[in-house]
């Protein structure tokens, strides 16, 4: 699944509660200057690789140029082979950590994600295991392979948020329909002892236990495009994604030129084979290379057409909100494997070998600012409960994925009537045309009240946009309630975020007593008695025009007061429950409007 950041609902619960004291004051909207801020406002990771074991002298540490444009560029950083085995694991009981330390130390002070690359690949390993494979058994492979990730992941736990376990294991030549793999010391010379694809869901698997939270990706070359080693790919995903097997992402290198491979189209209809299974892509390995004389110069005509090239590959990332990783390999001409692996050819990245932005710089941060955010019906979600469906007037809805906003979060903003405004720095969202109240934004993530307007339709078209920006609009069922209970640790479940009588959040160790009453805050009841107003801060004195009931441990709690919660935004739902005599311990609550029960597993602690 791409995991949403959840805890949206804690966040426009302490948002909506302190509404009207909230006032961010936000001058002049700062268009991107760097590649870092133009990523920032998609929500999207622009990465580059970075070496210091292959360059002598290192670069990171004598070269000031390479050291800032990397730190002020990019977001993510991945060791181009500082992290590989023949690199990190130079004799059998020998680890070399001082060279992927030394990077993962400079992204940390530089505020940077760490891709790790790569666990396991057939090239690139150091002579001793190449050796010892020529003599040893499956089980004595095994145990180094195991041995391998368990260290080497364990060192960087928490350090590297995303790794490429296994990297290049597909063959170029497919036949038949299952999974053709590459010759390897994992696979099958000798290999571990695992046939198919099993040696790779077991790296999988022990990177998995030697970190818990590190998202796990297969990396690889020529699946930039549909064809026969894409499709065997696919085949192993399915596998893997039906038997739950730890896998996050698809790492896509592209490395390309500027004569047209991928095509737009093949490039798209992959991102969205592999985000149609929950996972997500990285582009991990980007440069666009040219033709280059012998000093390395390249005509400006290849210039324009290599930054036409990166546009164009950004753009089909930036329509997929699958894509979460922009990355290139290298990010100055001076490093840069291209000249050596490809004669003839170079000036394959963004910065020249002065470290001077090339035309695909300007053409990339253009791009961030001018692809059509993507709305999709299944990313708008009950702000409480995150379920998708319809929605109900006055309900606080959250939105994933509309990859364009401001690259930090921005909190309510009250227009001269006091009430929330439509255009939070930039952020509008469109019910029918209607612009409603914005409770936060942030690239990815974007908090609304549903306009009361919708009452009475059956369905609302609606649509995203930033700076003018606009997305492609979404048609959503309207339904005459949608309840969510606010939870108190911002999951949709668990402890809700519910008052005791003297205003105390009612947790385990501050019960509620039987037969006591609480404030339960929620959103989703539909239309109030007497009118509410978009934005405005609730009256108090409207009730629900549907008849709430609630139920604690399955038995009906009476309910004293059910309406707009007094002095909160117009939309926040507060209703007063008295809790069933006889019950002890967190019981399971359910708020029904009309006829419409809110999510479960949201408790009341009772004592
Ligand atoms: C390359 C590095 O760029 C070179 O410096 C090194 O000599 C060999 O490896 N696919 C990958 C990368 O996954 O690890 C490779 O990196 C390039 C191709």
Same mark, same amino acid.
């Given at each position: ?14 948002? @909506? ?36 074991? /292959? ?22 950083? $991945?060791? /181009? ?31 940077? !994600? ?25 089980? &004595?492979?095994?145990? &180094? ?21 296994? !990297? ?41 236990? @030697? ?30 994604? =039906? ?102 050819? %170079? ?21 961030? &600012?001018?692809? =059509? ?21 006055? $309900? ?38 209607? =612009? ?16 009361? /307007? ?23 069922? +309207? ?55 978009? %934005? ?5 004195? @409207? !009730? &629900? ?50 006829? +419409? ?8 602690? +009772?004592?």
């Amino acid at each position: 699944m791409l995991t949403p950041r959840r805890g949206s609902g804690q966040l426009i619960y302490n948002l @909506a509660m302190r509404h009207h004291f909230i006032l961010l004051l936000f001058c002049s909207l700062i268009s991107a200057q760097t590649l870092r801020q133009a990523g920032a406002q998609r929500a999207l990771l622009m990465g580059a690789a970075a070496d210091s074991s /292959e360059q002598s002298p290192d670069p990171l540490v004598t070269d000031a140029m390479y050291a800032s444009t990397l730190g002020t560029q990019y977001s993510m950083l $991945e060791p /181009e082979n500082n992290m590989k085995w023949a690199t990190i694991h130079p004799a059998q009981n020998t680890y070399n950590f001082g060279p992927g330390d030394e990077l993962v130390t400079f992204a940390q002070a530089h505020g940077m !994600n760490v891709r790790g690359h790569n666990l396991c690949w057939q090239v690139y390993n150091p002579t001793w295991i190449n050796t010892y494979a020529t003599t040893a058994t499956p089980a &004595q492979m095994s145990t &180094q392979f195991q041995n391998h990730i368990n260290t080497v992941v364990s060192h960087y736990a928490g350090k590297v948020f995303a790794w490429d376990v296994v !990297n290049e294991a597909i063959s170029d030549s497919q036949t038949g329909t299952g999974v053709v793999l590459k010759d390897s010391i994992w696979y099958d010379q000798p290999g571990i002892g695992l046939t198919g694809t099993g040696y790779i869901e077991q790296a999988f698997r022990w990177a998995r236990a @030697a970190d818990p939270n590190a998202l796990l990706f297969y990396n690889d070359y020529n699946i930039e495009a549909p064809g026969a080693k894409f499709t065997a790919l696919l085949v192993m995903l399915k596998d893997f994604v =039906a038997r739950g097997v730890p896998i996050a992402g698809v790492g896509i290198q592209m490395h390309i030129d500027t004569t047209g491979y991928p095509s737009s189209s093949g490039f798209a209809q992959n991102i969205q084979a592999i985000a149609a299974l929950g996972l997500q892509v990285h582009i991990t390995e980007m440069d666009v290379r040219i033709p280059v004389n012998s000093a390395g110069v390249a005509a400006a005509s290849d210039l324009a057409a290599q930054a036409a090239t990166y546009s164009r590959i950004l753009t089909v990332c930036l329509q997929n909100p699958g894509c979460t990783a922009f990355q290139t390999w290298g990010f100055t001409d001076k490093h840069s494997w291209i000249p050596s692996s490809y004669p003839g050819y %170079g000036a394959a990245l963004p910065f020249d070998l002065n470290y001077q932005p090339k035309p695909a710089v300007a053409s990339m941060i253009n791009t961030t &600012q001018t692809v =059509a955010p993507v709305l999709s019906a299944s990313n708008i979600v009950n702000a409480a409960s995150y379920a998708a469906g319809a929605v109900a007037p006055g $309900e606080l809805i959250t939105i994933f994925g509309a990859n364009l906003g401001p690259a930090a979060l921005v909190g309510t903003t009250l227009d001269s009537n006091g009430n929330v405004s439509s255009n939070l720095s930039g952020t509008q969202v469109f019910f029918d045309g209607l =612009a409603a109240p914005v409770i936060y934004s942030l690239a990815g993530q974007v908090s609304v009240v549903v306009p009361y /307007e919708v009452a009475g339709k059956s369905q609302t078209v609606v649509q995203y946009s930033y700076n003018g920006v606009l997305s492609n609009t979404v048609t959503v069922p +309207v339904t005459q309630a949608a309840p969510g209970i606010f939870s108190a640790n911002a999951s949709g479940t668990g402890p809700g975020a519910i008052l005791n009588l003297n205003y105390t959040v009612n947790s385990a160790s501050n019960p509620v007593a039987a037969g006591g009453v609480v404030v339960v805050f929620a959103t989703g009841g539909g239309t109030v008695q007497g009118g509410a107003k978009d %934005g405005a801060p609730a009256p108090g004195t @409207a !009730n &629900q025009s549907l008849p709430v009931t609630a139920t604690i441990g399955g038995q009906t709690a009476t309910v004293s007061y059910a309406g707009l919660a007094p002095g909160l935004v117009d939309g926040v739902m507060q209703v007063n429950l008295t809790v069933p005599t006889g019950l002890t311990g967190a019981q399971p609550l359910v708020v029904t409007v009309g006829t +419409v029960g809110s999510q479960s597993g949201i408790t009341v602690a +009772v004592k």
